[in-house]
């Protein structure tokens, strides 16, 4: 059977969706009972990180660790990744001593040559264009305080940006209504997303996408790689931040949630994010749990020998 590869939550079935999020409630339980499977026993994951991160590094080496196996960081300044190795040859040579990849990139075409050239498994730890480990947490949080997504109402306020763009996959294969709003010039390309029946909505303003919604999500007015643009987007953002005022439109047991690092005073006031409607830790530490439920689904069980 070919190798799988997660770069985007569409290289998952809906129904291999619905059982990874279960297992990870169910290895989030077993978990708090001290109970620690050993199901990537000597398994090792290879990370390669271009970008700065806190949970994603964290929550795959402590996936990896809890597990029974490893994982190994890789920054290209610190690889032969950064001194011109191809990311084809880097693909190959990783794949004969590892048993899964993850990257975090800056160009999304970079996995995906990363994954055309690999033998074992690649996952997207986030590019430019999505960040499909991370809707994995943002749907089992929503779950495990709400129950089945399915025919809710999501609000995305903020940056048409990988985030976003990975939650109007996430509307098509979690079957919620997706209502966003962006400022002009900053709206994601929706098209680019769509595989099919959708229900997506741009709103003029992000009082009509929050109104009734059942969720409310955002992220940093300014991603990794943006910094030049900094001064520019806080001018161009400033009426899209996510208050009470705004959070009051939506129905009155609405989640907020955010990937994070959050901003308090640009993207989140602090009256929202931390708030008992936010489930921002919750969110996070399922980070953990979902992608540890990914691995052991993408990693072929080893024969005993
Ligand atoms: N949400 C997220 O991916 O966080 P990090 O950048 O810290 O990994
Ligand atoms: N949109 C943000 C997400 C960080 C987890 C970025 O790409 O920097």
């Given at each position: 059977?070919?190798?799988r590869h997660?770069?985007?939550?569409?290289?998952?079935?809906?129904?291999?969706?619905?059982?990874?999020?279960?297992?990870?409630?169910?290895l989030?339980?077993?978990?708090?009972?001290?109970?620690?499977?050993?199901?990537l026993?000597?398994?090792?994951?290879?990370?390669?990180?271009?970008k700065?991160?806190?949970?994603?590094?964290?929550?795959?080496?402590?996936?990896?660790?809890?597990a029974?196996?490893?994982?190994?960081?890789?920054?290209?300044?610190?690889?032969?990744?950064?001194?011109?190795?191809?990311?084809q040859?880097?693909?190959?040579?990783?794949?004969q001593?590892?048993?899964?990849?993850?990257?975090?990139?800056f160009?999304?075409?970079?996995?995906e040559?990363?994954?055309?050239?690999?033998?074992?498994?690649v996952?997207?730890a986030?590019?430019?264009?999505?960040?499909?480990?991370?809707?994995?947490?943002?749907?089992?949080?929503?779950?495990?305080?709400?129950g089945?997504?399915?025919?809710?109402?999501?609000?995305?306020?903020?940056?048409?940006?990988?985030?976003?763009?990975?939650?109007?996959?996430?509307a098509?294969l979690?079957?919620?209504?997706?209502a966003?709003?962006?400022?002009?010039?900053y709206?994601?390309?929706?098209?680019?997303?769509?595989?099919?029946?959708?229900?997506i909505?741009?709103?003029?303003?992000p009082q009509?996408?929050?109104a009734?919604a059942d969720?409310?999500?955002?992220?940093?007015?300014?991603?990794m790689?943006?910094?030049?643009?900094?001064a520019?987007?806080?001018?161009?953002?400033?009426?899209?931040?996510?208050?009470?005022?705004?959070?009051?439109?939506?129905?009155?047991?609405?989640?907020?949630?955010?990937?994070?690092?959050?901003h308090?005073?640009?993207?989140?006031?602090?009256e929202?994010?931390d708030?008992?409607?936010?489930?921002?830790?919750?969110?996070a530490?399922?980070?953990?749990?979902?992608?540890k439920?990914?691995?052991?689904f993408?990693?072929?069980?080893?024969?005993?020998?």
């Amino acid at each position: 059977m070919s190798v799988r590869h997660f770069l985007s939550l569409f290289d998952l079935t809906r129904e291999e969706l619905l059982a990874i999020l279960g297992r990870a409630t169910e290895l989030k339980r077993q978990r708090a009972e001290g109970v620690r499977s050993p199901v990537l026993e000597h398994r090792v994951l290879a990370m390669i990180f271009e970008k700065s991160s806190t949970r994603t590094r964290v929550s795959f080496e402590v996936a990896m660790r809890e597990a029974g196996g490893g994982a190994i960081f890789l920054s290209p300044s610190d690889s032969q990744l950064g001194r011109g190795e191809p990311i084809q040859d880097t693909a190959r040579v990783l794949s004969q001593m590892c048993d899964a990849i993850t990257a975090r990139t800056f160009s999304h075409q970079t996995v995906e040559e990363l994954a055309a050239a690999a033998t074992v498994p690649v996952i997207n730890a986030l590019t430019d264009r999505l960040h499909p480990c991370q809707l994995l947490a943002d749907m089992q949080t929503f779950r495990e305080h709400r129950g089945d997504i399915k025919g809710r109402r999501v609000a995305w306020v903020g940056d048409g940006n990988n985030m976003c763009n990975t939650y109007i996959e996430a509307a098509q294969l979690f079957g919620f209504q997706l209502a966003i709003a962006c400022p002009l010039g900053y709206l994601p390309r929706v098209e680019e997303y769509v595989r099919g029946p959708a229900d997506i909505e741009i709103c003029a303003t992000p009082q009509a996408a929050v109104a009734g919604a059942d969720l409310v999500a955002t992220d940093v007015w300014v991603s990794m790689g943006q910094e030049a643009e900094a001064a520019q987007r806080r001018r161009d953002f400033e009426t899209f931040q996510v208050d009470a005022a705004l959070m009051a439109g939506a129905r009155s047991d609405a989640l907020f949630l955010h990937c994070l690092p959050a901003h308090r005073g640009e993207e989140v006031a602090a009256e929202v994010i931390d708030h008992p409607h936010s489930v921002v830790w919750d969110e996070a530490g399922n980070r953990l749990h979902a992608q540890k439920a990914l691995l052991e689904f993408l990693l072929p069980q080893k024969k005993r020998g």
